[in-house]
């Protein structure tokens, strides 16, 4: 008995020692009450960045990557470092910082891949440029008018400068947002441009794990998306996801970034079911991805008005209307262009120049879908071997799914042979028009 309770009285100690090396641990482990205390307690204790890592458990901060649209312009990251540092210093300092354990325990979304975009850290390696040199400076006495303020043609090519560095590759899209600067605080404030892209790519990530994006197309087809608030962003994100589950969604969102300012409730379910009807035999969850554009356009209205069209214009070709819902499942852009228009004109153009390919290719639409589609260079391939090269074993539709390189390396006369039939063109209009 008394071995038993001696026994007791020495898991007893060993108790206390435990309960003593916890309490030393915690003590240890202590954590600052906001982002700027854990900075300054980080400063006195620790001598490099190593330490000062080791004091809150973490690794050594390495060389740190840009978000992916601020790479080619480090002055616009440091824009959004210091905003987004500032953001979460403000909005965290009334809640305490676990410490590591508890949030790699507690963090339930996963992390982004080969992205260090942490504003806890204690600071990028790299010294970029002051993001000064892309702020505007407004003369409110002479630049300042009712509604907007006029821009100077250098300011102008100073703002284009900036949204050529941030991804933005369409001159179109860059004079838009130039135009916007004009009317919106916003577009004439580079920093808070910054850190709202940057928020636009965190948000991506966390709502449905999007990375690597293109933030520039999508800002410079649909900039609305910079004033909509991160939260707001990943609840459109992941009712986007809900309706669409097994499509590439970085791929719609890049191509028709419009769709996340649209009603996911009511208007785009609404949309598919109207595709289901007009395409009983159709994918539609496959046509939106192909072509995301379709999601803009009036289902009822401008989609059914251009597919009744070309029902009408194939079944003079002699295609059946099975086969027309075949020609819209390849090519999806048919049913977003000018069917009397450019559609028409392309379909004679490629019967002047080859007499009866439609009848010929009848009972094939998915060629027929691409040469409706194809650009009107790759048509006059058809007429140049005509002329040029009438022995020449090649079909209308492997003549116009060829590559240029190819095409070009085999038939080297071709781009003068187009140049001279452009200069006639252009001539014949002239004399119409005098």
């Known amino acids: 008995g008394g071995g038993h309770h001696g026994g007791g009285g020495g898991g007893g100690m060993l108790r206390q020692k435990a309960s003593a090396a916890t309490t030393t641990t915690t003590a240890k482990a202590w954590v600052p009450e906001s ?15 190593a330490e000062a890592a080791a004091a809150l458990g973490r690794a050594a901060p390495t060389r740190r990557r840009y978000p992916s649209f601020l790479a080619s312009n480090p002055a616009n990251a440091a824009a959004a470092a210091a905003a987004a540092a500032t953001k979460n210093a403000s909005t965290h300092s009334s809640n305490k910082i676990s410490s590591p354990a508890t949030k790699s325990s507690n ?10 975009w942490n504003h806890h850290a204690i600071g990028y390696s790299v010294d970029p440029e002051p993001p000064e040199s892309f702020a505007l400076h407004i003369d409110v006495a002479t630049q300042v008018r009712p509604g907007g303020v006029d821009l100077t043609p250098q300011q102008k090519a100073q703002l ?26 916003m577009f004439r404030d580079p920093e808070r441009l910054v850190e709202r892209m940057a928020q636009l790519e965190d948000g991506l990530w966390r709502a449905v794990g999007i990375a690597e994006i293109d933030i520039g197309v999508m800002v410079g087809r649909s900039p609305k998306m910079l004033y909509f608030e991160p939260d707001y ?18 791929r719609i969102i890049e191509r028709n970034p419009q769709v996340l300012g649209m009603d996911m409730t009511c208007t785009l379910p609404a949309k598919m079911r109207e595709l289901s009807v007009l395409l009983p035999h159709t994918d539609v969850i496959h046509l939106i991805e192909t072509h995301p554009k379709i999601l803009s356009m009036n ?34 852009r048919l049913l977003t262009s000018d069917i009397l228009g450019t559609v028409r004109r392309r379909l004679q153009h490629i019967e002047r120049m080859a007499p009866g390919t439609f009848r010929h290719y009848a009972d094939k639409p998915a060629s ?19 002329e040029h090269h009438p022995d020449a074993e090649l079909s209308p539709i492997a003549t116009v799914n060829m590559p240029a390189v190819k095409f070009n390396g085999r038939y080297p006369a071709f ?3 187009t140049n001279q039939m452009t200069a006639c063109e252009d001539k014949e209009e002239e004399e119409e028009e005098a």
């Not at 982002?35 to 960045?49: E, I, R, Y």
């Not at 962003?233 to 970085?250: I, K, S």
């Not at 879908?369 to 048509?379: G, I, K, N, P």
Request: include cysteine.
């Open 415 to 417: 781009d003068s042979w």
């Open 299 to 332: 289902v009822g209205g401008a989609v059914s008005r251009n597919l009744f069209n070309l029902k009408a214009l194939m079944v003079e070709a002699g295609v059946v209307e099975a086969g027309v819902e075949v020609m819209v499942a390849y090519m999806p």
């Open 368 to 386: 027929l879908s691409r040469m409706l589609c194809a650009s009107e260079r790759a048509l006059d391939r058809i007429g140049f071997l005509a």
């Open 107 to 116: 963090n339930k979304s996963p992390q982004k891949p080969q992205q260090n």
């Open 233 to 250: 962003l990943v609840e459109r994100l992941r009712l986007l996801r809900d309706l669409l589950p097994n499509v590439n969604l970085r």
């Open 35 to 49: 982002v700027a205390a854990a900075n300054a307690a980080l400063a006195a204790t620790a001598t490099s960045s």
């Open 160 to 185: 284009d400068a900036f949204w050529v560095g941030n991804g933005v590759r369409s001159a179109a899209h860059r004079k838009g947002l130039v135009k916007l600067a004009e009317t919106m605080g």
